[in-house]
Nanobody, 124 residues
Framework: QVQLVESGGGLVQAGGSLRLSCVAS????????KGWFRQAPGKEREFVTA????????YYADSVKGRFTISRDYAKNTVYLQMNSLKPEDTGVYYC?????????????????WGQGTQVTVSS
């Protein structure tokens, strides 16, 4: 059973930073692209960022460009989301996802495996 486990969420003031981590339980996720999505209360889940298996290609939502950075550590089987200059509108549950392809996409439907989510709350 493949599992993705997120951590690093919490409460932070506007302008602050957080780093989210996503650890995959299976080495079989080698070759998988990874993504981060988020869902605010009363809103649909939305794309945040994604990274190809090679790490060469990354995508960001316009709302987070220049503030968020996705990266991966192959040795630790972990993907990170560094979030800087946080805003109240960044509040939501952040989900890590994996898709069985080396190519990253922006569509949540393309991702087969999901973590349980970690709450990020940014106060004004």
């Amino acid at each position: 059973q493949v599992q993705l486990v997120e951590s690093g969420g919490g409460l932070v003031q506007a302008g602050g930073s957080l780093r989210l981590s996503c650890v995959a339980s299976e080495r079989t996720l080698s070759g998988y692209a990874k993504g981060w999505f988020r869902q605010a209360p009363g809103k649909e889940r939305e794309f945040v960022t994604a990274i190809s298996w090679s790490g060469v290609t990354t995508y960001y939502a316009d709302s987070v460009k220049g503030r968020f950075t996705i990266s991966r550590d192959y040795a630790k089987n972990t993907v990170y989301l560094q979030m800087n200059s946080l805003k109240p509108e960044d509040t939501g549950v952040y989900y890590c996802a994996a898709r069985p392809s080396v190519v990253a996409t922006l569509r949540s439907a393309d991702y087969d495996y999901w973590g349980q989510g970690t709450q990020v709350t940014v106060s004004s």
